[in-house]
């Protein structure tokens, strides 16, 4: 009976995570309407100012998702 329990939380899980996926890779290709690096309002279709905003996020993301990974470990 646990079997069939972990099997359905699994799928909930790997369901929840599939989405929130998806709803990223969406907010990503349709932009957030303002910058993610320094918060200024841009168009709806934009999320960075320019390069250098976009080059510091991804960065500070990439530290980010070290910090979380050395964390868990
Ligand atoms: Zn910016």
């Not at 972990?6 to 349709?30: H, M, P």
């Not at 918060?39 to 279709?45: I, K, N, R």
């Not at 976009?54 to 868990?72: A, L, P, V, W």
Request: glycine letters at 6%; a negative charge.
């Amino acid at each position: 009976m646990a079997d069939i329990i972990d099997q359905a939380q699994e799928l909930t899980q790997f369901s929840c995570e599939n989405q929130i996926n998806r709803a990223r890779a969406a907010a990503k290709e349709f932009g957030h309407g303002y910058c993610l690096n320094c918060g200024v309002s841009l168009a709806p279709t934009h999320s960075y100012c320019d390069a250098d905003c976009r080059d510091d996020h991804s960065k500070r993301e990439r530290m980010r998702g070290i910090k979380i990974t050395g964390y868990d470990q």
